[in-house]
């Protein structure tokens, strides 16, 4: 099971902090990543992380303002968001990859949590 927190109500410019816990199995030898799901629109790709966190791959629209990490000692994905945006706004989602390929493609991801609500206001 994956569980998301930290989204809320932020103001254009400011930050959240997601984090994504694993619990029943890990994730430590496997890629995971963020998606998120604007309102109306398909679910798209964030950023994904390797195994050991060395590679890290970044969607050109947060590219510089979102920093993906993973703490492999608590089961634990997090996503740094900073100046964010109104077009931020979304359910963002975390997702374990079924092997330790860092892919943008949702089919490579095999399990996935229930979403954080991220609301951006201008």
């Known amino acids: 099971q994956l569980l998301e927190s930290g989204g809320g109500l932020v103001q254009a410019g400011g930050s959240l902090r997601l984090s994504c816990a694993a619990s029943?199995?890990?994730?430590?030898?496997?890629?995971v990543a963020w998606f998120r799901q604007p309102p109306g629109k398909e679910r798209e790709f964030v950023g994904t992380?390797?195994?050991?966190?060395?590679?890290?791959k970044y969607a050109d629209s947060v590219k510089g303002r979102f920093t993906i990490s993973r703490d492999n000692s608590k089961n634990t994905l997090y996503l740094q968001m900073n100046n964010l945006k109104p077009e931020d706004t979304a359910q963002y989602y975390c997702?374990?990859?079924?092997?330790?390929?860092?892919?943008?493609?949702?089919?490579?991801?095999?399990?996935w949590g229930q979403g954080t609500q991220v609301t951006v206001s201008s």
């Open positions: 997702a374990k990859a079924r092997t330790t390929v860092v892919d943008k493609d949702t089919s490579e991801y095999d399990y």
């Open positions: 029943g199995r890990t994730f430590t030898n496997y890629a």
């Open positions: 992380i390797s195994t050991m966190g060395r590679r890290t």
